[in-house]
């Protein structure tokens, strides 16, 4: 569901007056309590207690009737040598490589819309961002039927151009691009009104001074846009990186179970999915989880590390 | 920037509208193939037009799966999970922002490290949570984690925060108490922050897959994602089907962002909320 918002973390309440009487404090106390209840008590147990049940799950094996018994770490011993998790990480990874390249691609949009002078930007921004409220398992549908090696309108294009197309979701060279592709597409709509923003933030004076220089219009670019929205591009990076670690449903709803390319598509939420759900090894997935908890904490702590080389705070 | 020169704008037009185009395509094609008749969708060099539309698709759509109580079970979900995002974390939020209480920083840090976790890698105990309920298989099971979230309390609290001391101090000489401040002064200064909320809100419930996917089974209690999911499995290849499906479940949240875009952009733009 919701990703953090990285930007407005960390504002901490400003110190408020004090010197109210008593009463009064523990009426507003009170009624703090009551507001905070409904989340509070939700949060309890829909995360707070799953998340600590599910960390004691990781210990145990699952009996075929329901009985737990400890075995220590034997579950992250499996996971972390079973070949199909390597194999799952391997291709999550790749998938959000791919992603990112929509990272540049909606740089560029963003930067043709913020165009003086431009009209329709409205009218682009809402074309660009339909794929982005589009239902996913929609979404997949359709792509998988554009995909299809048989009938699909992708493969038609290609032949009128002279390239013989292929089975996209069943080759297993092609599957986790494809899939990437989408992903793409369902991205830059996002991205972009995030860049838009903060190119509309930047004072035109920087550009005036440049033109003065004599500096052309990729120069500015390069030399002024790019620098300034370093911010939001480390923000869309964080967050796509956190979402496409946790690829899942296009995975389930393009790459069928029967489909022999699932191999070299499966994701490791769909792997968790599979054991935890489809095969009953609950303490697998659980372990699970937990691996990928600490793979998305180690990818998002060092981008924060790695932040000061290439973002600039204004 | 520069003064761009007229050839200038028009390749700018030129890229955008490739770009678009290629945005757009896909729902084309959707909509478009939903219309045809079967062997119109498999035809090979593919038509774009069929001869004659074919809106029974939308009707047979009906027929194979129950349709109308996954369309209703998605909007139940969808309704209560954006009620409680938005006014039960706008309760929360207002709390963390305007009431003093004890323990208030730390009670704050556990719903702030929440923000920082994904969710869906606890699914297990939640399942196991709504099984011990015996709520498995129901429509309030779709709605019920989704309800509460620490993401919501997180933004309105930072609405919040934004209103003016006097306005609340001003309510208190009124006589006005705690609610009565929440609601007649907090919840309407902020309506247009709470509206962005839950336009995002309801997106991400119309379009939640893997909880309605692992905790309901029963077709007529399954949510649209998850009943295409499973229509897909049925009905491989019946392309004007699946697309007629497709163009049914996704169209009230584009219908919702198209009559929503300003402010939701806005608000995405201002919070970097993913929608």
Redesign the interface.
């Known amino acids: ?9 960390g ?1 901490i ?1 400003p110190p ?1 007056p004090r010197g109210r009487t008593r009463g009064r ?1 523990r ?3 009170l ?3 009551v ?2 209840a ?3 008590l ?2 309890a ?7 600590i ?2 960390f004691s ?1 990781s210990f145990t094996k699952w009996g075929a009737f329901g009985g737990h018994t400890w075995i220590g770490m034997d579950n992250y011993a499996t996971v972390l040598t079973d070949p199909q998790f390597g194999r799952a990480l391997l291709n999550t990874v790749t998938f959000t490589g791919l992603v990112l390249l929509g990272i540049p691609i909606s740089i560029v ?1 963003a930067t ?7 009209r ?1 930007v ?1 009218v ?16 997949a ?6 995909y ?1 090696g ?2 699909g ?1 992708i493969n ?1 294009v290609l032949g009128q151009a002279g390239i013989e197309g292929r089975s996209w979701l069943s080759d297993p060279d092609t599957v986790i691009v494809a899939i990437g592709v989408v992903a793409i ?1 369902g991205s ?3 991205n972009l ?2 860049f ?2 903060a190119m509309q933030s930047i004072s ?1 004076e920087y ?1 005036e001074a440049a ?1 003065l220089d004599g500096a052309g ?1 990729v120069r ?1 670019f390069f030399s002024i846009t790019l620098p300034l929205v370093t911010p939001t591009t480390f ?1 869309v990076t964080v ?1 796509t990186v ?2 496409s670690l ?1 690829l ?2 296009l995975v ?2 393009m790459v ?1 179970r029967t489909n022999p390319a699932l191999d070299s598509a499966r994701s490791v ?1 769909y792997l ?2 599979q054991r ?2 489809m095969e009953g090894n ?1 303490g697998y ?2 372990a699970l ?2 691996v ?2 600490a793979i ?2 180690t990818f998002t702590v060092v981008q924060f590390r790695l932040q000061r080389r290439w973002v600039h705070y204004a | 920037m520069a003064r761009p020169g007229r050839t200038g704008l028009v390749a700018t037009h030129a890229v955008l509208i490739a770009g678009a185009a290629l945005m757009v395509l896909p729902f084309a094609w959707e909509v478009l193939t939903a219309l045809k008749t079967l062997s119109e969708s498999l035809a090979a060099p593919p038509r774009v037009f069929p001869a004659a539309a074919q809106w029974g698709n939308f009707a047979a759509v009906f027929d194979a799966v129950p349709f109308g109580a996954q369309f209703r079970n998605t909007v139940i979900m969808t309704l209560l999970r954006t009620a409680g995002q938005v006014f039960l974390s706008a309760a929360a939020g207002f709390a963390f922002a305007r009431l003093e209480f004890p323990f208030k920083r730390a009670i704050f840090a556990v719903f702030l490290s929440m923000l920082m976790i994904p969710p869906q890698l606890f699914i297990l105990s939640q399942y196991q949570v709504i099984q011990s309920l015996g709520l498995l298989d129901t429509v309030i099971a779709l709605a019920l984690p989704g309800m509460f979230g620490a993401f919501g309390v997180f933004l309105t609290r930072q609405y919040f925060l934004q209103v003016p001391d006097e306005l609340m101090d001003a309510a208190r000489l009124d006589g006005a108490n705690v609610p009565q401040i929440f609601f007649r002064v907090m919840l309407p200064l902020t309506r247009n922050g709470l509206v962005a909320l839950g336009i995002l809100a309801a997106i991400w419930a119309w379009n939640d897959l893997l909880w309605p996917l692992v905790v309901n089974s029963t077709p007529d209690k399954l949510s649209l994602s998850a009943g295409l999911a499973f229509m897909q499995g049925q009905f491989t290849t019946n392309y004007p089907m699946l697309m007629a499906g497709a163009t049914l479940a996704s169209l009230p949240m584009i219908v919702l962002f198209v009559v929503f875009q300003k402010r939701m952009i806005e608000g995405i733009a201002a919070g970097g909320i993913k929608g």
Do not use: K
Not at chain 1, 45 to 51: H, L, R, S, Y
Not at chain 1, 112 to 118: A, D, I, K, T
Not at chain 1, 124 to 139: G, I, Q
């Open positions: 569901m919701s990703l953090l918002s990285i930007r407005a973390a504002r309440t408020r404090a009426g507003e106390a009624w703090a309590f507001f905070i409904p989340t509070g939700g949060l147990v829909f995360t707070i207690w799953p998340a049940q599910t799950f949009v043709l819309l913020n165009r003086r002078g431009l329709g409205t682009y921004r809402t074309l660009f961002y339909l794929p982005v409220v589009s239902l996913p398992a929609a979404v549908l359709v792509w998988g039927m554009l299809n048989d009938f309108l038609w597409w830059v709509g996002y009104i995030l838009l923003a035109p550009y033109a219009r500015q923000f967050i956190i979402s946790q899942f449903d389930y709803l069928a939420v968790f999915y935890g759900f609950g997935a659980s989880a937990f990928l908890l998305i904490a």
